[in-house]
């Protein structure tokens, strides 16, 4: 029985978040480029024994979606195709703001509250615990 894994994905970055062995907990894992994202997450598969992802899903408040659902859904369709593994999508609505609210929580200095890696990160964490919480 392996792990989940969550990724909050971005053009640019893409956050990451791994579940513990027992599939109950979210961790903050890393922050990845998304150009190569592929070779990234095989990696991470081979170290940490995955067996299913979740990726957060960006809809809009009246449930449209967001241009970047549709590299979303190609994503998808590669990880299944390249590693043979169940993808689930999870609505991601507000997840950035509340990973920033909580960074600003944690004491952390300003400079560092804004770190965009950090917040993906978080962001992806928060997707896994979500996840985690809708199978209740």
């Known amino acids: 029985m392996g792990k989940v894994i969550a990724l909050d994905f971005g053009m640019k970055r893409t956050g990451v978040a791994i579940s513990d062995d027992n599939k109950t907990f979210a961790f903050p894992h890393s922050t990845i480029e998304t150009n ?7 990696s991470i598969i081979k170290k940490e024994s995955i067996d299913l992802f979740v990726i957060g899903y960006p809809k809009k408040l009246n449930n449209t979606d967001f241009p970047i659902a549709k590299e979303i859904g190609l994503l998808k369709e590669k990880i299944i195709k390249t590693f043979g593994l169940d993808v689930v999508l999870i609505d991601e609505r507000y997840t950035s703001k509340m990973a920033s609210s909580v960074i600003a929580k944690s004491g952390l200095p300003k400079n560092k509250r804004q770190n965009k890696a950090l917040i993906d990160k978080i962001s992806a964490t928060i997707i896994l615990q ?5 199978l209740k």
Not at 130 to 134: A, L, M, P, V
């Open 36 to 42: 190569g994202i592929i070779n990234s997450i095989e």
């Open 130 to 134: 979500d996840y985690f919480s809708s």
